[in-house]
């Protein structure tokens, strides 16, 4: 099924291969050809559809399949995109287009066979990103996995759901089953094993492999799940009224017509996909993302999430696999840039940073919780410079926190006993310090940051390369055994959770094992608030 140790000399586009030693794959489509990494630890496979993108009023469908060829595929396209708004991702040369499911496959220069898989699906709050916009090639340096990366369709393009046969929803999850199904069928043309598969991501791309592995599609697909900041529960991670949704983009976009469904699909089938994308959907005050995954309604096609996953989690309604679950300590640096305007925002109109996925039957129930959030995170201060930790602490757990400490316990009750929690909190000595305070932590995703690539890592810190060498020991570990550390390692051993969100690795240049619940007293606020007041995700319902 292999050819290899052809020199081919070839121009393509953006990608200058200069007589690089190649290796011929047949996969089922035809023959793809890729060629030998620079430092020589591997070879890369960019490019390769694994699916067709339906295009005109078809465009929110599920993926249709892939083409097929003869002659080998140059399989070098390094910068395919789906269409986005895209305005943090500095790649001059990407190329945004409708056509854009994906893959690329990063194998290690060796001549071993059934290797384990990796199948990295990107964040980007489901509004943007591609599947190299985080690369393994260091990760490709231990030559013991073979890594997958892919774009899936998103924004509207991937999660507008309306309920009907033409826009049932969850597009781009669908295009990740598409995927997951495309590897199961060809990995093993590369020498990878389709029956050791293990999915990750983090931020939406971990709320994805969460979201996927609560699926009934999930079958046979892969074996193990590395979820980093982003729980299935998460106010972000599930629309909770998507046909609203649907609506307030609409007007937004100059159509009036909203409450005439047929009318309103027509509006999204028939706008240009660049006017689509124009209006950010991220980055907002109640935590949530406008177009998500959702609950899809029966329309007599496959569907990826039949039931919010807190209830399927809660029923034990599920395949349960083993899980590499966490977070980082203070995920909420990340809007730090959000500080000087929403500080002013919070003191003025809290209800405003509410989460989403609350509701109240009354006024007086709604300022009864923001009392108590607001001492429990400033006490009877207004928010300002002098409380700036409590903001940072109020965004991670509305966002992240609380929903992995809740899906860990729902997972737990469950039956679940392969859940390995962890939480990241390495801090590099150049890093920053949070403003107007002399305390530092690791922020949303860090811990990808280490597991992937961040360029050439010469240059990095003693401290961080040593940071980067554990963590991808363990997470490779995982990848292989399903456990993130063996009986005969150096570190602490690592049980998974046997009680609540205990016990946990804290994860830093020194890691330690903490044998009490991940998050105690914050957790008991927010779980005590939803408990009373969760507004639950609700199918589209024309």
């Not at 629309?239 to 983009?249: F, G, L, R």
């Not at 500080?343 to 709604?366: A, W």
Request: aromatic share 12%; proline share 7%.
């Amino acid at each position: 099924m292999l050819r290899q140790g052809l020199v081919v000399c070839i121009y393509a586009t953006i990608v200058l291969v200069k007589c690089q030693e190649s290796r011929i794959v047949n996969i089922h489509q035809g023959p793809v050809r890729g060629y030998k990494s620079q430092d020589g630890n591997y070879f890369g496979f960019f490019g390769i559809p694994f699916a067709t993108a339906p295009k005109g009023v078809h465009r929110f469908k599920a993926p249709l399949p892939p083409p097929s060829w003869k002659e080998p595929l140059e399989a070098v396209n390094l910068n395919v995109a789906c269409p986005q708004n895209d305005r943090d991702i500095q790649n001059i040369y990407l190329k945004r287009q409708e056509d854009c499911l994906i893959a690329n496959i990063y194998v290690p220069e060796s001549n071993v066979s059934n290797l384990p898989v990796y199948v990295s699906v990107h964040g980007g709050a489901f509004q943007y990103g591609y599947g190299e916009i985080k690369t393994p090639v260091n990760l490709m340096k231990s030559r013991e996995i073979i890594v997958v990366s892919f774009n899936y369709r998103v924004g509207a393009l991937g999660m507008l759901c309306l309920g009907t046969e033409d826009v049932p929803g969850n597009a781009g999850l669908k295009d990740q089953i598409a995927l997951l199904r495309w590897v199961q069928k060809n990995i093993a043309a590369f020498g990878g094993n389709p029956h050791e598969v293990t999915i990750g991501g983090c931020s939406a791309g971990g709320s994805s492999v969460d979201i996927l592995s609560a699926s009934k599609l999930i079958k046979g697909l892969f074996n193990k799940v590395i979820t980093q900041s982003g729980p299935n529960t998460a106010s972000y991670s599930v629309q909770v009224d998507p046909i609203s949704n649907a609506k307030m983009i609409a007007r937004q976009l100059n159509f009036e017509n909203v409450d005439d469904l047929e009318a309103l699909e027509h509006f999204y089938k028939t706008t240009p996909l660049s006017v689509l994308s124009s209006i950010p959907l991220s980055n907002r005050t109640d935590s949530s993302v406008i177009f998500a995954p959702c609950v899809e309604r029966d329309v007599g096609q496959e569907m990826v999430l039949h039931d919010y996953p807190a209830r399927i989690l809660a029923k034990g309604d599920y395949f349960k696999l083993p899980m590499l679950y966490g977070m980082t300590n203070m995920e909420g640096i990340y809007r730090l840039p959000f500080f000087e305007k929403w500080k002013d925002l919070m003191n003025q109109n809290f209800t405003l940073f509410l989460p989403d996925n609350l509701f109240f039957e009354n006024e007086k129930d709604k300022a009864e919780v923001i009392r108590k959030l607001k001492y429990f995170y400033f006490g009877d201060d207004p928010v300002s410079e002098k409380n700036i930790m409590g903001y940072v602490k109020y965004i991670s757990d509305v966002m992240f926190s609380y929903g992995t400490a809740l899906t860990v316990r729902l997972h737990n009750e469950a039956g679940n006993e392969e859940v390995y929690l962890y939480e990241y909190s390495f801090v590099d000595k150049d890093q920053d310090y949070i403003p107007y305070t002399e305390l530092r932590g690791a922020t949303h995703c860090s811990q990808n940051a280490a597991f992937m690539d961040l360029g050439d890592e010469n240059d990095l810190s003693e401290e961080y390369k040593q940071m980067k060498s554990i963590l991808r020991k363990m997470w490779l570990n995982f990848i292989k055994t399903g456990k993130p550390v063996p009986e005969n390692s150096s570190y602490p051993q690592w049980p998974p959770v046997s009680s609540g969100a205990s016990p946990y690795m804290s994860l830093n240049t020194t890691p330690r094992l903490i044998k009490k619940d991940l998050l105690k007293d914050r957790f008991k606020l927010w779980d005590d608030i939803y408990k009373k007041h969760f507004r639950h995700p609700i199918p589209p319902t024309p």
